[in-house]
């Protein structure tokens, strides 16, 4: 069974530009997260979906960040414009469904912002 | 508002001897799960506990809900189990809260 697949692994960019990152869950799998992972903490959800629709984007912040999982299945999360402290790991997680006590994570996404 | 921490941040020991991390939360869970993550990010669910105990090789995993408490043992540590721990529990809203982790590291 492949597993959460996420793009690119690594991305450096000057602050204020744009990025955006492509994640591909388990196939079947129902609900996505995006977490932000900054170095020596753990992760913190940014949002989660059900399908294509938004279950939790309290802690996303809207100003400059964006997710979207059009057809429910794979999800583009963006940010725009980048700050120094958006330097983090991004990672995408999927699990059957809300209730499911399994979650499966990529890889991630290392973004560093100069 | 919810609140997750482990201790200790940093662990190391020599191998073969028996480790602990613990991991208190603040709020009711249906759920606490703890999970490894390697250097370069790979995350991989080891244990989802809501109450007793569970094992899986050198691995054992408790709980106490009416403490708030659970505990992440390895036995006979071996320089493969050198990784961050990390803890989350997930409330009644299935959300997810996940602690800074612990960072092992096993001396052959």
């Known amino acids: 069974e492949a597993g959460v697949a996420q793009s690119p692994r690594y991305k450096i960019i000057e602050k204020r530009q744009s990025v955006a990152f492509w994640c591909n869950p388990i196939s079947g799998h129902a609900t996505l997260y995006w977490y932000q992972q900054i170095l020596g903490q753990g992760p913190k959800l940014l949002i989660q979906?059900?399908?294509?629709?938004?279950?939790?984007d309290s802690q996303l912040p809207k100003d400059r960040f964006s997710a979207e999982r059009l057809k429910g299945v794979d999800s583009t999360l963006k940010i725009q414009p980048a700050k120094l402290e958006d330097s983090a790991v991004y990672l995408c997680?999927?699990?059957?469904?809300?209730?499911?006590?399994?979650?499966?994570f990529g890889p991630g996404t290392r973004l560093t912002v100069t | 508002k919810n609140e997750v921490e482990q201790s200790p941040q940093n662990l190391t020991a020599q191998e073969g001897e028996f480790i602990t991390i613990n991991c208190s939360y603040s709020v009711g869970i249906s759920a606490l799960h703890w999970l490894q993550q390697h250097p370069g990010g790979g995350i991989v669910s080891l244990f989802m506990?809501?109450?007793g105990k569970k094992k899986h090789g050198r691995l054992i995993a408790t709980i106490n809900i009416q403490e708030k408490h659970s505990s992440l043992h390895i036995t006979a540590s071996h320089p493969r189990d050198s990784a961050v721990y990390i803890c989350?529990?997930?409330?009644?809203?299935?959300?997810?809260?996940f602690g800074t982790g612990t960072s092992l590291t096993v001396i052959p």
């Open positions: 997680a999927s699990s059957a469904s809300p209730s499911s006590y399994e979650q499966y």
């Open positions: 979906f059900q399908n294509n629709g938004v279950v939790d």
């Open positions: 989350a529990d997930r409330n009644t809203g299935n959300q997810f809260y």
């Open positions: 506990l809501s109450s």
